[in-house]
């Protein structure tokens, strides 16, 4: 079996983080793609819903594809989450499954600040997706991968859609271009802020809990 983990605040869940999943999931012929949204953090950002809504939001999203997933193990731990501790847990409850560690560009560039680096990049496999405003050619600086910079300028110019290689850690790594879409938690939570419309930006269910709790209003 092979899955798809892919974590985030997803603050709120939208159709840009439903269309990647959709499209990694298709392109790569995984079985399932299984959202981990994020705890509360110590210092919580006064924009950060709480982690229980945000993980109702991200089941409410889902529920209308069995191929996608939601994992309450980052938002029901009370002390500080680290993606190490979310792989190895994930091992446990599906041994012998291909785990796929989804991650944007410029997450992936992030990991050396990140607990226990050298460890989570042996533990599972990567799938780093294109992200608005980030570059392939940035990962020439991750200390995790030796790659070519010609083929990294082919992604970014779309010359190649997908390339496979190894991380130095033995781990397989695919760098994939997503479909870019423009809608952003950011701007939808700018948007319910002002008391404009989000109707088309995200699932229903979800539009409709954001409204009946109240959450991201001033």
């Known amino acids: 079996m092979k899955l798809g983990i892919f974590g985030g605040t997803f603050n709120p869940i939208h159709y840009g983080h439903l269309t990647a999943a959709e499209e990694v999931k298709e392109k790569l012929g995984l079985d399932r793609i299984i959202f981990v949204p994020s705890g509360n953090p110590p210092l919580k950002d006064k924009e950060l819903a709480d ?17 996608l997933a939601v994992s309450d193990i980052e938002y029901k731990k009370k002390d500080k989450s680290y993606s190490v501790d979310t792989i190895e847990k994930l091992r446990r409850i599906y041994p012998g499954a291909k785990l796929y560690f989804i991650a944007g560009i410029d997450a992936f560039i992030d990991i050396p600040n990140w607990w226990q680096p050298d460890k989570l990049v042996s533990l599972a496999d990567f799938i780093v997706i294109s992200r608005p405003a980030f570059k392939f050619t940035g990962l020439a600086s991750s200390p995790y991968l030796k790659i070519n910079k010609n083929i990294l300028k082919k992604l970014d110019d779309a010359k190649l859609q997908t390339y496979k290689t190894k991380l130095k850690s033995g781990r397989d790594i695919i760098m994939m271009h997503i479909t870019p879409v423009e809608t952003s938690a950011t701007g939808i939570r700018k948007l319910i802020k002002r008391g404009e419309s989000i109707k088309y930006l995200l699932p229903e269910e979800v539009e409709s809990y954001i409204i009946t709790h109240k959450i991201y209003r001033s």
């Open 51 to 67: 982690a229980k809504h945000r993980y109702k939001m991200v089941r409410l999203g889902i529920s209308k594809n069995h191929s």
